[in-house]
């Protein structure tokens, strides 16, 4: 029982003729509207109304009188312009296919009760990571009806318990197909050039393949607004990126004659198209194994390009601004360890480069001042923090593009860890030589 209600009394709204109820309960006092105008309609409202409180759902928060499809619709319709298309056609899909089925009206959307046993049947059907996404999209709707005065207070939406995980699908999760670069490349040039009715096939997967850019982002893309033939750079709007990320993109030379091939002089550079049989087939004939071509989507070439670029430049800040991520965690998400990165740790590849970038302080110091062994080493340290102090993110994002490093020695995950272990080495021998110095 969540408390003993002291009676109650129906007031009439002089302005709008709506029946307002008032009552106390626990030592608190509530004022909530029927939303009826008619007296005895208003009487049987408030009854239920008085009952759900008393009966521990807690408090009333004064659902409007509106069929709920009609309430959600105008919903969508308020926030149309405040996400974006993805956002909105999830949220279309939850309601269509949740929030309506299992609420039936406004007043059990407005009923933490309900909420609550909405969250618990969704757990013993998906994971909680949904769950979590139709929990949000609910608290959006239920704010978005106390901004527009629809209720006075809006429910508690309950949060996940911390160690929630939700149910599996039965058929399980769509494994997301790693490709080298070698197999895109391969896929690529196995792509026809158009669809059947005309459309660049080739050059979308191109583009898709030197920027990993979003299947949505390069269907907005937009001349003469977001590229001109031989700029050097693509302009992201705002309004095309799912995160809302506005930023000029740096291009790869490749990327420039693609798209210059296809830039017409006004209009959408690549409109949708069905990619599902022709991207499958030429994975086929690229040489994927059956299993792995069949399942394979535009957005496997997004991950693996993110995970190539990550293991040829270091620069997770520079893929992340690529890819259109405002925070390197979100970038971390789409970098994936592959076999040939631990192939290159165990036989000691770009160890040459990261010798070659101490060597040069070697050699400088030894040219201005020959002095004993552990001087050349700290000369040597010197040099390799100046080369690795940082650059400009165009720059960075540039080279990341043209496979080169920025640093003078190598950035790659592997050459990083090395170079990190060989100054902590030197650093060693320095603290040492100090203290036989007598400088400590």
Known sequence: MAGKTQGWKLHKDPESGVYRVRFR????????????????????????LVRRMTEGDG????????????????????????VSPETLRTWELYAGAHFIPHFHSADRLCSERCLRDYMRKRLQEVRARTVQKELSALRRLLTWMVEGGLVQEAPTV???????????????????????????DAIVRALPTQTRDGQPLRAYF????????????LQRLRAP?????????????????KARYARELPLSERAREVLDEVCPDEGILFPKFAWRYPLRSAALA???????????KPYDFRHSVATELTERSGNLLGVGYLLGHRHAT?????????????????????????ESGFEVGKNAARANSPTSHQC????????????????????????????????????????????????????TVLVAFVHTRGFG
């Open 59 to 82: 408090p009333d928060h004064g659902a409007p009188d509106v069929p709920l499809p009609e309430l959600i619709g105008s919903w969508l319709a308020g926030v149309r312009s405040e």
């Open 330 to 354: 979100t970038t971390n998400q789409y970098v994936h360890a592959r076999r040939r990165a631990a192939e290159s740790v165990l036989l000691g590849q770009n160890l040459g480069q990261i």
């Open 376 to 427: 050349e080493e700290q000369d040597s340290n010197l040099h390799a923090l100046r080369t690795l102090e940082p650059k400009s993110s165009a720059s960075a994002n540039s080279a990341i593009l043209a496979g080169v490093t920025i640093t003078g020695v190598s950035t790659s995950w592997e050459g990083l860890k090395m170079a990190t272990s060989r100054l902590v080495e030197h650093v």
């Open 225 to 241: 607004d977001d590229y001109r033939p031989g700029s050097r750079f693509l302009r992201i709007r705002a309004e095309a990126d």
């Open 206 to 217: 191109e583009i898709m393949r030197e920027t990993g850019l979003r299947p949505g982002t």
């Open 25 to 48: 309960m626990g030592g608190k006092r509530y004022h909530r509207s029927t939303g009826k105008t008619d007296r005895a309609e208003a009487q049987s409202a408030a009854a239920r």
């Open 286 to 296: 690229a040489g994927l194994e059956p299993d792995r071509a069949s399942k394979i």
């Open 158 to 184: 309950p949060k996940l318990p911390r160690r929630a995980t939700g149910t599996a699908h039965p058929s399980g999760r769509r494994k997301r197909i790693d490709l080298s670069p070698e197999e895109m």
